[in-house]
């Protein structure tokens, strides 16, 4: 049974799917079209679990396509399990980098909220953070 949804209205969509076509070392894997702009989130076992984007319709693709319920025990799985979520991760870090080093931020967090680069550094950790909270917060996560 193929799934078709048109998204609107702002709602979280994570949906899944088996990536598995056929069995053996040479099997197919499914994967959505391009046009759908779906963004993978994570593998798990053999599904593939991918964010669709608000206002798509969900065409036929020929294989089932499940809506994921997002509870707070799905979200903190795709969240361990997702490359997107580690890059986000990294991308994070990359920008703090950019301004502090590891060794700056120890001797920061030895100063204390007295000293007024302890406020600019974390103020700017705080920009960073807030920043790769709304980017994972785009897929739902």
Known sequence: MAWHIVRGMGVEMIARFETAASDGPFGTRRKLPNEIDAVTIAEIGTWRYVYIPDGKAMPDVGFEVEPVPLTAE???ALKRAS???AA???AVRARVR???SIED???LLRVGA???EYL???AWVEECRAWGRAEKA???L
């Open 74 to 76: 799905t979200r903190a």
């Open 83 to 85: 490359g997107y979520v």
């Open 88 to 90: 986000i991760n990294d």
């Open 98 to 100: 950019s301004r502090y």
């Open 105 to 107: 931020e120890i001797g």
């Open 114 to 116: 007295s000293d007024p």
């Open 120 to 122: 600019r550094w974390n």
């Open 138 to 140: 785009k897929v739902g």
